[in-house]
């Protein structure tokens, strides 16, 4: 499991942003104003590994556009009898570029771009863009921004209009310029999403 697999996984699961390794963007691909929603991510989330439920994330629709998400992080069993849950918030909105989905989040302690896919299964994975490639365009100047490189890895923030960095998203390949983790790799923390079905 990556640095950059177990970022990502806290960023999606918990909308954390800690130091390095992550790319921030001063601008969306699209304006929230008028946004829409995406249906199929209505509905309260958890995070399935090892069967084990220890995270959940809400989206409804905003009344200002957009969706409203609501992360709920639980402590784990030696935390509980000292600690409440966790709670974050964002907005998130849906654009689509050649067919595929990506979030524009905003959040407390910055804004990002998220690639996201619905599977046929109802499921629902994540990613965060790959910071590496995103540095060296912006060294070559091929896209606007600065970086710092960090502990973890560089950080990366995007400076450039919406119009050239969803054209730099098309011209890499897309959600290939995102990280979503190895599907053949048992171990890798996937940014996969079930939705939660409520037990007595």
């Not at 790959?130 to 100047?141: D, F, H, I, Y």
């Not at 896209?143 to 730099?168: C, H, Q, S, Y």
Request: proline share 4%; charged share 25%; hydrophobic share 40%.
């Amino acid at each position: 499991m990556s640095v950059l697999q177990i970022r990502a996984a806290f960023v999606l699961l918990a909308l954390l942003v800690l130091p390095g390794c992550l790319v921030q963007t001063e601008t969306f691909l699209s304006e929230r104003a008028g946004a829409g929603i995406d249906e199929r991510l209505i509905g309260v989330w958890t995070v399935p590994h090892n069967q084990d439920e220890t995270g959940f994330l809400f989206v409804r629709a905003a009344k200002e556009g957009g969706m409203d998400v609501l992360t709920m992080e639980l402590p784990d069993d030696d935390e509980k009898k000292h600690q409440s849950p966790k709670w974050d918030t964002a907005i998130a909105w849906p654009t689509e570029i050649d067919g595929l989905g990506y979030l524009n989040m905003i959040m407390d302690d910055g804004h990002l771009i998220v690639a996201y896919r619905v599977n046929a299964d109802g499921s629902a994975e994540f990613g965060i863009m790959n910071p590496e490639p995103l540095k060296k365009a912006v060294e070559a100047g091929r896209i606007k921004g600065r970086f710092d490189d960090g502990f973890l890895g560089p950080d990366v923030t995007l400076t450039d209009t919406a119009e050239n960095i969803a054209a730099f998203i098309r011209d890499n390949g897309g959600h290939r310029l995102f990280v979503f983790g190895d599907p053949e790799n048992e171990n890798d923390m996937r940014l996969i999403l079930v939705r939660h079905r409520l037990t007595r």
